[in-house]
């Protein structure tokens, strides 16, 4: 790596820009670590249950996600073109359709709970909690869109520390309130479920609270948000499907990697439930990484300058693959030390986890790669129909045919199951390389607004 001063500059302002990313998403995955962590006390029946609820509620946040990702390429592109009524228009479309999400997911949420968890695993007793916990936790659809609409409006305009703060909320309330209602009030994993929506109440008011208070740029009166573009609404759609069906085709193949995941046993399924959020937290430096790139890169495609914007692709790559490979060290060296947390378990779960762990400890650097390329880099470039056709085709051409092929036919260990389903990661390596050096992704879609 050839470090000159304009790259120091380009490395410094990634870093000051996504050093709050990575502090918040370390306290999201901090959340979900204490939730586990604490339910875990309960057995694997508890953890399994809970594990299977929050899939439901992974499966939302990811088509949100890809409303709100989709959304953040006009939110960075306005704001670096100075165009605020565009970017709380923005804000509000972005509002309107992660709420129709929401209620997507929390009708069957409601009234098909039952088969929603008995489509992930056949344990009576698992299906019984989660069911309770389900119901419960099926209301924060509707917070976590608000939460990810103005997480993702801040960041783009460079205040990142904002989230942050309110994601300290978040964990330090969802810790008090998981402790009363586990260990108190002894209602198990309904309690978490009550404490995590608890939680996210408290975040949307302190979210609230923050951008009136300090009148950050993201913030103006209601009506503002919901201005009627038939224009850019045409355009916004057509920019943001492809993101959506992205994240929805992704997310269907996950929910049958689950369910290959399931077919192995509680145990097996426990063990990936344990290593998500541990996960999580390892892979939180590419993600922040990604994600500044992706601020910068929509920013300077706002304002018209694309070479910086190809500079700053250039650049991220260099900074992905190196912080990887420490987490990826880190990750394997301190497998003891996390699972020694988990006292409750059966043995069998825990040897599963430590596989698993092992693996992504490997697999880290490549999964910093494509998230860099494909959500930092192309997609922020408005290269979005690419980046659904090279998920799409990883996911099911190669991780849901070999997941299959590995829990249902052939019957294989978990973690053998699991480097079969990463393998869609690799076959996407490639092709996000030569997609990235092309620069033809490098898009300003904001300049025909005045």
């Not at 949100?64 to 228009?89: E, P």
């Not at 950050?216 to 355009?235: A, C, E, H």
């Not at 992905?320 to 880190?330: N, T, Y």
């Not at 869609?424 to 997609?435: H, N, S, V």
């Amino acid at each position: 790596m050839i470090i000159d001063k304009k790259s120091m500059r380009i490395y410094k302002q990634t870093i000051i820009l996504g050093a709050p990313i990575v502090g918040q998403e370390l306290l999201n995955s901090a959340v979900n670590f204490v939730d586990i962590l604490m339910i875990g006390k309960a057995g694997d029946s508890a953890v399994s249950a809970v594990g299977t609820g929050n899939e439901i509620l992974f499966l939302f946040n990811l088509m949100a996600f890809g409303i709100i990702s989709g959304s953040s390429i006009y939110f960075g592109q306005f704001w670096g073109k100075s165009d605020l009524k565009s970017l709380h228009k923005t804000m509000g479309y972005a509002l309107i359709f992660s709420m129709i999400a929401a209620i997507l997911f929390f009708v069957p949420s409601q009234f098909f709970t039952d088969s929603i968890i008995r489509f992930y695993i056949n344990d009576e007793n698992v299906i019984r909690i989660g069911v309770d916990y389900l119901k419960i936790v099926s209301f924060t659809f509707f917070l976590n869109a608000i939460i990810m609409t103005i997480n993702s409006a801040n960041r783009c305009t460079g205040y990142t520390t904002i989230p942050m703060m309110t994601s300290i909320v978040a964990l330090f309330s969802n810790v008090t309130l998981n402790y009363v209602f586990i260990f108190v009030l002894r209602q198990g994993a309904a309690g978490a479920a009550k404490a995590t929506l608890l939680a996210r109440i408290i975040e949307v008011i302190a979210q609230i609270v923050i951008m009136k208070k300090l009148r950050l740029p993201t913030y103006t009166k209601l009506r503002n948000y919901f201005v009627k573009d038939m224009v850019f609404l045409k355009d916004y759609i057509k920019v943001v499907t492809p993101v959506i069906l992205n994240e929805v085709v992704w997310s269907m193949g996950v929910t049958l990697y689950k369910e290959s995941y399931g077919e192995l046993g509680k145990e097996a399924f426990s063990a990936t439930v344990i290593t998500a959020p541990v996960a999580q937290i390892f892979v939180v430096l590419g993600t922040g990484i990604g994600s500044a790139t992706g601020i910068l890169i929509a920013n300077s495609l706002g304002s018209g300058d694309a070479d910086s914007a190809i500079e700053y692709s250039k650049k991220s790559k260099n900074l992905a693959v190196f912080f990887s490979i420490c987490m990826g060290v880190l990750m394997f060296f301190s497998t003891p030390l996390v699972l020694s947390f988990y006292t409750d378990l059966s043995e069998t779960t825990k040897m599963y986890s430590r596989y698993i762990i092992y693996i992504l400890s490997v697999l880290i650097v490549i999964k910093t790669y494509n998230f860099t390329s494909i959500v930092g880099i192309l997609r922020n470039g408005g290269d979005t129909v690419f980046c659904l056709l090279i998920d799409m085709m990883g996911v099911w051409l190669v991780g849901v045919p070999l997941a299959y092929l590995g829990a249902h036919i052939l019957h294989l260990p978990i973690h053998i199951v699991y480097i079969m389903a990463n393998c869609e990661e690799l076959f996407k390596l490639i092709p996000c390389m030569i997609r990235v050096n092309r620069k033809k992704w490098a898009q300003n879609l904001v300049a025909k607004y005045d």
